[in-house]
């Protein structure tokens, strides 16, 4: 089993960006072996990896919480999806951690597809579950800004209940009406248990409409990856295909049963392809 420690100390990283709280399970800092950084998806927190964690070998393994989620400092006002994914590169070097496998979900695959392409020598290698590589035009952009926007208003003038129902309405998590409630309930009140304005702050600097169009940068990436996906999730299963397949070294897996968020439908599966990874490469 691995040992819950306490959460990073919110006080250990430098000014102005401040270090994303979350959980520890081993000891990141000091283990000579290399660390599983795990990054959840809009909306989450670090306890959103707690129904996969317990299917990972027992090596270390951080889960931040991304900026504006759970108590963490959120992005600055105007800030770019680089300078908020920048923030967590900034509280993983103040926790001691030089390099490390980096996986993340949905929002938290984009950003640490934007991190290992952009400081690749920090890390050994990349998992990505249903993330999604950029958009390729001016329109997807504009359209998917206004969109974010109203998800933002929404969460400032109605709150988070509101906005919980609605996100959990959504079409891409269809497939997670199959699961029992006391599946879901966790997830539920992960949602509503976040700041509105440092969530809606999160869902401005973090909008698809900003992040690169990473698709050419893709067929240069150096590091091994692992690219998952559900299976009934058809939009992200065609996009996670085509991204390993410009990759130098990735391979694709579909996780049978699964929509968009296998860590919460899936998690043994889950967990046991990025642990075999994670053992293969580090």
Known sequence: MLNCAPPMPPDAAPEPLGE???LRWGAAGTSRRVPLVLLHGFGGSSASWLPLVAHLSGRPVVAPDLPGHAGAAPPAPGA??????D???TGLAASGISRAVLCGYSLGGRVALSLALRHPERFAGLVLIGAHPGLGTAGERTERRAADERWARLIEHDG?????TRWAALPLFASQRDLPPDVLAPQA??????EPRALAAAMRAFSLAGMPDQRAALTRFPLPALLLAGQRDARFTALARTMASAMLDARFVAIAGAGHN???ERPKETGA???AFWKEIA
């Open 20 to 22: 994303p709280s979350g």
């Open 87 to 89: 923030m967590v590169f």
């Open 189 to 194: 009140a992960i949602r509503r248990g976040h």
């Open 160 to 164: 988070l209940d509101a906005f919980a």
């Open 80 to 85: 770019s999806f680089e300078e908020a994914a």
């Open 262 to 264: 296998t860590v919460l």
């Open 273 to 275: 392809l990025i642990d």
